[in-house]
Structures are given as C-alpha cells and as structure tokens.
C-alpha cells in the first residue's frame, strides 16, 4: 500500500522539480502506472477492499462451524469458546485451513 508521504514525494517531483515519469519511478522504485496513478488522481490514500471474501478452504466445514457458532452464542458469555479453541476442535476433526480463514468467516458473518 502506497503511503501519503510517498504520493507527496511522487507529486513533488513531478510538479516542482519537473522530473519524468521514467526517473519517479527510478528513483522511488515504483511502477509507471503507480506514478501515473498517483498524478492524474487527486487522491491522497488509496485503498483496497475486497468486495467479497472467498473461502475456498472453508467451504465444506461452513455448515459445521455455523452449527459451532450459533450454539456459542447462546452459552453465557463467560463460558464462550474463543475463536482459538473452535479452529482447534475444526483441526482435529480435518479441517485443513488456518486459523485466519476460520475468523475472517466469523467476522463477516
């Protein structure tokens, strides 16, 4: 991801010292289209969000962890599991995906 310094840096150079795409990117080392990017647009961030969240790995166990999920939100919330412990239970029964996958789904549903 970009910074906003460097989107200063790259329209100072180009603006002020009225150097070339070519040597921006030389000297920043960034792409052409980077820099390209970074002088036709006004924008001082540029962000990057995914629009859905694929789970290629997670697709078979969804309906158990579903199943996992509802019944630990009904236990009291001092005796609910941590996302730790329910990957682990999903791990030990074969499920082959990382952690990480298991709380981006919980997240987003």
């Not at 995914?50 to 236990?75: C, F, H, I």
């Not at 919330?77 to 919980?106: A, N, P, Q």
Request: glycine residues 6%; positive net charge.
């Amino acid at each position: 991801m970009i910074c906003v310094e460097t989107i200063r840096k790259v329209r100072r150079l180009h603006l002020i010292e009225k150097k070339s795409i070519k040597e921006i990117c030389r000297s920043l080392n960034l792409s052409r289209a980077t820099v390209r990017k970074i002088i036709r647009s006004g924008v001082t961030e540029f962000k990057y969000e995914r629009k859905s969240q694929p789970y290629p790995v997670l697709g078979p166990w969804r309906a158990r962890l579903d199943e996992t999920l509802e019944e630990n939100e009904a236990l009291p919330k001092k005796h609910r599991k941590r996302m730790t412990k329910i990957w682990k239970e999903l791990s030990d029964d074969g499920f082959g995906g990382g952690y990480d996958s298991v709380r981006r789904y919980t997240k987003n549903s």
